[in-house]
């Protein structure tokens, strides 16, 4: 099966999730941080929304675009579910657990990413990764377009602040 | 139509060092994750996995999917395991054994609930052990010791082996029937058995059968199972599991837990499974196409006071305890203890909930007894189409150090639309057909701060509130749209920058004066109209918008939404509720373009009640297509549209003129259009 095409079997789905399991896993991987236990969980909720998929709408097409895209709706689902109660202790909590559970590399931009509150990570995501206007990364995050531009600023500060902080030690 | 190129996109070197470090952090999957879903991935295209439930809480779902697949879900699983034997208590000797109804979890078994645990009655005092271990007296022949055990739930208080901390993790528990099976929870696993316990406390667990879940590695499960004999301790008050060789093995200690028992946050943190509503409440169907979760976890870095919860869809969240809202549901939830529901401070509780294949709406009965108005799938919503559509000539953004700005627009009363063109430091008002009504130029920059946001207010004057990066304070500024004058300063906001994401920094109109929205949680401000001399032309006043609560009754939606107080004042965003006269009034949506889901408006009185304008509308589709746009009309009902797919990213939607009109971005960023949309 070639990219775009309807996944007629199931051998097309299972050669799809070949092709694609580690772009839709290295996607994930940015979601969260590189947080490996959520990370996987969202890849196995992406696939088995894929069999669904399939399974509901066979006649249409299913890509590598299809799976990020949902993997991205998922992703966003659970985060616009937890935001309001993790607002209050978010910048406080969030960096410690994300800190605790992703890895450090050598790049300290990397870290400081992987260290974001999830809103300000997921909104870097989509602005950077998936490249959407920011219209685009505000309807899909669930907030006004002002307060994303805020969030991304918020989040572009952090990361400097943490690169410059490296470099400066 | 909008012919203009696409303009470059304006990525400075420090956005392109940002954008460098998101793209290019890389991560592989293990092997063994692989693997795993590779053989999770097969097993669901052969249908041996339930894909209407979505465990979405634990690191370790996949191998739990595995597990589970046979059993048809996980409530089912759990469910099914719960029957699967009893035991008679009769006579001297071991207990009868009564063949389980159902031996396996290989059966699908419809979702029960675990029952709530009735309260105390008749607390045994006479201990179980005894120093010899004659024979043959069953704890089925003492009717004392019976009720001592039964209907009640027994939670985990110590375990001497060290595998139980009562600060972490799910709290193990078990609980004996009077019709003699056993069940419990190590934690994580549940498991049922039948049991033989005799007079001298000996006992013995048969026929175990359990869930085999992969549990969290980082939370010891408890053993009891290996229990070999019960001690009844204070006055039945607790019971202790002893391993074997008299507990030299381990022995466990659980309390006895009474039915509506006040739960503390420790109670609460963990993570727990939605088995069923209570009776009653409406079932809806489920509004996610593609599965929600039956699980939710309640972290330890959420706050969780007097027992109270509180739910968003697909998951359980927990209230963050700085409301009053407090939780009521007996039953609903089912985790180590039951003993969640205590109270109500104030104000109503919803809470959908959803297993998979349903949702459900539950609440604490002769609270939430509004009805359900109106259900809307949302394939029944009628679509709108774009009858015409023009662009829009202002650029997309300007980048400066740290901030995109994108261009401000709004949609006016007075049929206009009006854009902040930040590039141009102008604010351009376009007729309906696109063409320009008037154009005024506005500072570019007042004491270091750029422009945030723009509202026309009366008298031909543009309002508008600079930001400075990153900190601060907001600055209000009157310009004339003739161009009389450069502007008249009106006030300077100071806020927290923080406060920006929570829709402070925008401008408002209200009947007074200027709403600056927020000026604090909870607050905002209202500066008055001016002159294009700059005098007042309206009162200066001060509103305190008590955002006392805060309910999650569905997804997030996005929004600028607000409450008008009926002389065109508007208080407070979506997802709060304010109070207005002698209503408080909490919503979720209004002219917003929402995700599918279940969402709901109330009128909630002070004394907690609900008024009769109450309506939960469910919005369901793809998450991959269009968005359906739900109006709250002055009456009360709910109105939803289907937005065409290929429109894009809505900025702002307004009714002008009786006729409905969007302003979009496209999705590549470059363009702005005005959509006149019509019914398709």
Known sequence: MVQGERATSDADVMALYERTVDDVYRYASRLTGHHRAATEELVQETYLALVRHVRREPEEPVDVGWLIVTCRHRFLDDLRGSRRRQRRERLAEDATTAAAASPRTDDPRLDAVAVLPSDQRAALVLRYVDDLPVPEVARALGRSVHATESLLARARTAVRTAARGEAGR | ?680
């Open chain 2, 1 to 680: 139509m909008n012919d203009r190129p696409e303009p470059p996109r304006s990525e400075g070197p420090d956005e392109r060092s940002i954008g460098d470090a998101v793209r290019g952090s890389v991560a592989h999957p293990t092997d063994r994750f692989r693997d795993e879903l590779r053989d999770t991935v097969a097993a669901a295209l052969r249908g041996d996995v339930p894909l209407t439930t979505a465990s979405r809480s634990t690191a370790h779902s996949l191998e739990q999917r595995r597990r589970w697949a046979v059993g048809g879900g996980l409530a089912a699983a759990a469910a099914s395991v719960l029957v699967v034997a009893v035991v008679s208590f009769s006579g001297d000797g071991p207990a009868a054994v009564v063949p389980a109804t159902e031996p396996s979890i290989a059966t699908t078994t419809p979702v029960e609930s675990i029952r709530p645990v009735a309260p105390s009655t008749s607390a045994a005092s006479t201990s179980i052990a005894s120093t010899t271990d004659a024979p043959s007296t069953t704890v089925g022949s003492d009717p004392a010791v019976v009720a001592a055990l039964v209907d009640h739930r027994w939670v985990l208080e110590s375990a001497t082996d060290g595998s139980y901390s009562s600060t972490s993790g799910p709290v193990p528990w078990i609980e004996f029937a009077d019709d003699g099976a056993v069940r419990g929870s190590d934690g994580c696993n549940v498991f049922g058995a039948r049991t033989t316990i005799r007079s001298t406390g000996r006992l013995s667990l048969d026929d175990l059968a359990s869930t085999t879940a992969a549990c969290d590695e980082t939370v010891p499960q408890v053993s009891f199972t290996a229990a070999q004999r019960i001690e009844l301790l204070d006055d039945g008050e607790r019971i202790r599991l002893l391993g074997p060789a008299d507990g030299a093995g381990g022995s466990w200690q659980f309390r006895r837990l009474d039915a509506l028992a006040v739960a503390t946050e420790s109670d609460l943190v963990g993570r727990w499974d939605v088995l069923r509503t209570p009776p009653g409440y409406l079932e809806l169907e489920a509004p996610d196409p593609l599965g929600t979760a039956t699980l939710g976890t309640c972290s330890s870095s959420w706050r969780v006071v007097d027992g109270s919860f509180s739910t968003g869809f697909g998951s359980l969240s927990c209230v963050d305890g700085s409301g009053d809202v407090g939780g009521a549901l007996v039953g609903v939830l089912a985790r180590g203890a039951e003993a969640f529901v205590d109270r109500i401070e104030s104000g109503p509780t919803t809470l959908l909930l959803s297993s998979g294949d349903a949702v459900y709406r539950a609440g604490f009965a002769g609270r939430v007894t509004g009805p359900v108005m109106e259900v809307s799938p949302r394939a029944s919503l009628p679509s709108l189409a774009v009858a015409d559509e023009f662009g829009l000539a202002f650029e997309e953004r300007e980048s400066t150090a740290l901030v995109s700005w994108t261009p401000r627009v709004e949609l006016t009363d007075d049929g206009s639309v009006v854009a902040l063109d930040l590039v141009a430091s102008t604010v351009t008002a376009y007729e309906v057909d696109g063409s320009v009504r008037w154009t005024t130029p506005i500072p570019a920059e007042i004491d270091g701060r750029r422009p945030w946001d723009v509202e026309l207010g009366p008298d031909r004057m543009l309002y508008l509130s600079y930001a400075a990066d990153g900190a601060g304070s907001f600055a209000l500024v009157a310009v004339p749209i003739d161009g009389t004058s450069a502007g008249q300063a009106v006030g300077v906001w100071p806020t927290a920058w923080q406060c920006v994401e929570t829709f402070c920094g925008s401008v408002r109109l209200a009947a007074a004066g200027v709403v600056l929205d927020e000026y604090g949680i909870g607050e905002v401000s209202v500066q008055p109209y001016v002159d294009s001399e700059g005098r007042p032309t309206g009162a200066t006043s001060a509103v305190p918008a008590t955002a006392t609560v805060t309910y999650d009754v569905g997804p997030r939606l996005p929004t600028d939404a607000g409450v008008d107080d009926g002389a065109g004042l508007l208080l407070g965003s979506f997802r709060t509720t304010v109070s207005l006269g002698a209503s408080t009034w909490t919503f979720d949506a209004y002219r917003v373009a929402v995700a599918e889901g279940t969402y709901a408006f109330f009128d909630a009185q002070p004394d907690g009640s609900v008024a009769s304008t109450f309506t939960v509308f469910d919005v369901r589709g793809s998450t991959s297509a269009g968005d359906a746009w739900v109006d709250l009309l002055p009456d009360g009902s709910v109105q939803g549209w289907w937005l065409p797919d290929d429109l894009g990213a809505v900025v702002s939607i307004a009714w002008i003129g009786g006729e409905r009109y969007a302003v979009v971005v496209t999705f590549d960023g470059a363009a702005y259009r005005l959509v006149h949309l019509v019914p398709g």
